[in-house]
């Protein structure tokens, strides 16, 4: 297998939007506050009973260009030959981005996804590093990223590239119903 990453034009954008974000949720970050709070967050990993699917169809670039200048991001896939393995996003700071919103200095992992048949081969690691690349060279000094309690092995993805869990937001999703039960996690990688 080998993989190449280009990044990409408008043209291409639904063959990125053909890559399915899914993944399963076997187990969640439980937010336990430690002291009434005064001795931080901790997070306990607790296996899940029943696993469950996870889809969020955000539409992808063709749907984040209707509210973003996406001209101005850094927008990747990851081919194997001429089979899809995956794609990422990089956004520059614009209104509305709660990750960016402490500074212009902060480019944003928006998305990262990786085929079912090319997990744990890599891919997302050569994708999150070419992200990494392309926020340096424009000038960013801090990657932000977001993921929820309930996306564990991003988490440990994150950590593992040296990403530090910068906040934790036990109410980060309370007005959308679908998902008010998960914490916002947002992490910082300083470049």
């Known amino acids: 297998m080998t993989i190449e990453i280009t990044e990409i034009e408008q043209d291409a954008f639904p063959s990125y939007s053909s890559i399915s974000p899914e993944y399963m949720v076997k187990s969640e970050f ?13 997070l306990r990993e607790r296996k899940l009973p029943q696993p469950y699917p996870k889809y969020q ?12 200048d996406v001209s101005i991001w850094g927008i990747f896939l990851a081919s194997d030959g001429d089979t899809l393995a995956g794609a990422a ?3 520059t700071p614009s209104n509305g981005m709660f990750v960016t919103a402490r500074g212009s200095d902060i480019a944003v992992l928006w998305d990262i996804r ?3 048949a090319y997990r744990r081969q890599s891919v997302g690691t050569q994708l999150f590093c ?4 392309w926020a340096r060279q ?14 564990v092995p991003a988490c440990r993805f994150y950590a593992k590239h040296g990403c530090d ?6 109410t980060g999703y309370s007005g959308h119903p679908k998902v008010a039960h998960e914490a916002m ?7």
Do not use: M, Y
């Open 30 to 42: 439980e937010c336990i506050s430690g002291d009434g709070g005064l001795s931080g967050i901790l």
């Open 57 to 68: 169809d955000d539409g992808g670039p063709e749907e984040w260009s209707r509210q973003f």
């Open 89 to 91: 996003a990089v956004a």
């Open 114 to 116: 990786v085929q079912k």
């Open 130 to 133: 070419r992200c990494v690349s």
């Open 138 to 151: 424009h000038g960013f000094s801090i990657l932000g990223i977001e993921t929820q309690n309930v996306n």
């Open 165 to 170: 869990l910068a906040e934790i937001r036990k």
């Open 185 to 191: 996690l947002i992490w910082h990688l300083k470049l």
